[in-house]
């Protein structure tokens, strides 16, 4: 398992493994299970739920894998997929209206694409380094958080311009990204010595705390009280 399960509106059990996505009842009984996508290859790739109950995986990474955006039925058969090269280096994340975010990657470029609902590209934000394994965040405003391994947090608007950047004091690989209810983002690095931030809407440092931890940090999202 290699990310955190989710549980759908009707109570099945989504988990990611190195290989498949798998469904189970509350109970433990298998219900289905995509064995051919390979997602993301022993990091997070964490499922996410519409309001509608379709399922939308970020996908690809393996030899034969089917790399992109995959939507699923709730009874686990493919709805659409939406083809990148490369792999997928995110969770997904769904906004209020619906769109979809999730990140891919691959030896020349890594991005940022927004998706709508029927699977059609809204648009896509390139970044100068790679975004390794990110939580997506999203505020009630509709600004997304990602952060990037050259240092920085990226706040992205709806329309998929750069709202404003956070120079971090190292790579922001495997960041978490969560806001409170004042549009506070805190975000933290997952790799070498651990810190968490809060950074205001404008994109100032509120705060930071720092974890005296050398090897592989914090991979969990802070908790909103």
């Known amino acids: 398992v290699v990310c955190s399960p989710v ?105 940022l694409h927004a998706v709508s609902p029927t699977g059609n590209l809204l648009w896509s934000f390139p970044f100068p380094d790679h975004i390794d394994f990110q939580h997506i965040g999203t505020s009630p405003d509709g600004t997304i958080f990602i952060g990037c391994n050259d240092y920085y ?24 990204n969560v806001t409170d209810r004042n549009g506070v983002l805190l975000t933290a690095h997952a790799y070498y010595h651990s810190t968490h931030y809060a950074i205001n809407p404008n994109g100032s440092e509120k705060w930071r705390l720092d974890f005296d931890d050398t090897h592989h940090g914090m991979s969990q999202a802070s908790i909103i009280g």
């Open 7 to 111: 549980i759908t509106s009707n109570n099945a059990l989504l988990i990611n493994t190195r290989t498949s996505l798998y469904a189970f009842s509350p109970n433990g009984v298998f219900l289905w299970g995509d064995f051919g996508t390979y997602i993301i290859h022993g990091h997070d790739s964490t499922p996410a739920e519409g309001s509608d109950g379709t399922i939308y995986q970020n996908g690809g990474g393996g030899p034969q894998s089917l790399s992109g955006l995959h939507a699923y039925n709730p009874d686990g058969t493919l709805k659409w997929s939406f083809p990148m090269p490369g792999s997928g280096v995110s969770s997904v994340s769904i906004a209020d209206n619906g769109t979809i975010y999730f990140a891919s990657g691959d030896t020349t470029a890594d991005q």
């Open 153 to 176: 947090v990226y706040a992205i608007n709806p329309d998929g311009s750069l709202k404003w950047r956070f120079l971090a004091d190292l790579e922001m690989r495997g960041s978490t």
